[in-house]
């Protein structure tokens, strides 16, 4: 991890009785604190928790995040309900208008949430197209937690929203991921030209990322065919004991590529479809025929998706030993 | 009751004895190592490749509760 946002719910106050908590920076303050000595940036963030049209949002790369909502003070003291029904009195609107004015990067939450679309399908609100219409509402969640949305894929790539994926983990990673057992959290691969917070902000604006869940990965054409090249790489290309050659894909991520061959050669030993494993390599044996001094093959690399139902391909090449 | 030289030879055991009951519990299972938590993907040719979530701390898990939301 390089990069993790805190995002607290604002109206949500479970425990508004025992631990008032009163200042919402807070969370980030703690989180910034324990991190202090490590390499992770850490994002202020909160989470703006309302029903629809605006539903649930995340404002990233705030100043202030008591500035965000709005509860006047009482008489009586509020219980975690009466304190959310009256949070949520405040225009949303206000909130993301706020968060924009401190310069934010806003994105909606898991859209497809059964709590407003009870069919898993996402519908774009007014309050939204308005919001991205005015430059205020930046990405979308495709991946949240365990479930992924095709359907707010295409939203992102129909409104030039930013493509995230997040675990908004509530319990514990090795709990819900089991990391021991070679699992993970979906995670937003953001493509910087720095590591740092500023230039993390950049890219996610300029829509730079890709998303990474269960071992698929979603992005834009522009940002996965690069990652794939970086990935993925022919290495010793050479003609052996036989006119078979032998040409060995080397996978330098954590992700297993499921690989169609799409070229012309056949393969010997494998059928057209294969996986190379992550960090790992898979050894190819192809009939070129007549002998080349060069090997260009395209693959179709079938967990790598620039469209909900549209895989990308990526092209390898490698010059042949003599 | 144990004899005088008995007694002798449990107490000389006793240790022994007690350190083979520890171990029997066997070791406490251990968290995931570091390797195992990272993420890696390689860095593009124009640019760094960042890991990143995002993650509300509550103080308690909501889902204590038996409400998750969201």
């Known amino acids: 991890m ?132 005015n430059g205020m509402l930046h990405g979308i969640e495709i991946a949240n937690g365990k479930n992924y949305s095709e359907d707010a894929f295409q939203i992102a790539l129909d409104n030039d929203l930013a493509l995230i994926g997040t675990s908004d983990v509530h319990d514990l990673i090795d709990w819900d991921y089991e990391p021991h057992k070679g699992g993970h959290r979906p995670v937003t691969l953001v493509f910087a030209k720095e590591r740092s917070a500023s230039s993390m902000k950049e890219a996610l604006f300029d829509r730079r990322t890709v998303v990474w869940y269960k071992n698929w990965l979603m992005g834009r054409e522009r940002d996965l065919q690069p990652l794939l090249k970086a990935s993925l790489e022919f290495e010793d290309a050479a003609y052996q004991d036989a006119e078979i050659l032998s040409v060995t894909i080397a996978n330098h991520s954590d992700a297993d590529f499921h690989l169609r061959s799409l070229s012309p050669f056949g393969l010997h030993r494998h059928a057209a479809t294969f996986v190379v494993k992550q960090h790992s390599s898979e050894r190819l044996m192809v009939r070129t025929g007549n002998a080349v001094e060069s090997i260009t093959m395209e693959f179709e690399a079938l967990n790598a998706y620039v469209a909900p139902s549209q895989s990308t391909r990526i092209t390898l090449s490698a010059d042949v030993e003599q | 009751m144990l004899t005088p030289m008995n007694q002798r030879l449990l107490y000389a055991l006793l240790p022994f004895l007690l350190s083979l009951t520890a171990l029997g519990h066997g070791l406490a299972p251990q968290p995931p190592n570091d390797e195992a938590r990272k993420i890696v993907f390689p860095d593009t040719d124009e640019h760094l490749t960042l890991v990143f979530d995002r993650i509300p701390i509550l103080y308690f898990p909501m889902a204590m509760y038996g409400q998750r939301f969201g």
Do not use: C
């Not at chain 1, 703006?48 to 003070?73: C, E, Q, W």
């Not at chain 1, 219980?79 to 208008?97: G, H, I, K, L, Y």
């Open chain 1, 2 to 133: 390089d990069a993790l946002a805190i995002t607290e719910h604002l109206e949500y106050q479970p425990h508004i009785a025992d631990i008032p908590h009163t200042d919402r920076n807070r969370s980030y303050e703690e989180a910034a604190n324990a991190a202090r000595y490590s390499d992770l940036l850490v994002i202020p963030g909160a989470e703006i928790t309302r029903k629809m049209p605006a539903s649930h949002m995340n404002a990233i790369f705030i100043d202030d995040a008591n500035k965000l909502y709005h509860v006047p003070g009482s008489d009586t003291p509020y219980n975690s309900t009466t304190f959310r029904d009256t949070a949520r009195e405040w225009p949303a609107q206000n909130a993301v208008d706020a968060a924009n004015e401190q310069g934010a990067f806003v994105f909606w939450n898991h859209s497809w949430w059964a709590s407003d679309f009870p069919n898993g399908i996402p519908v774009v609100s007014d309050f939204h197209k308005q919001n991205i219409k």
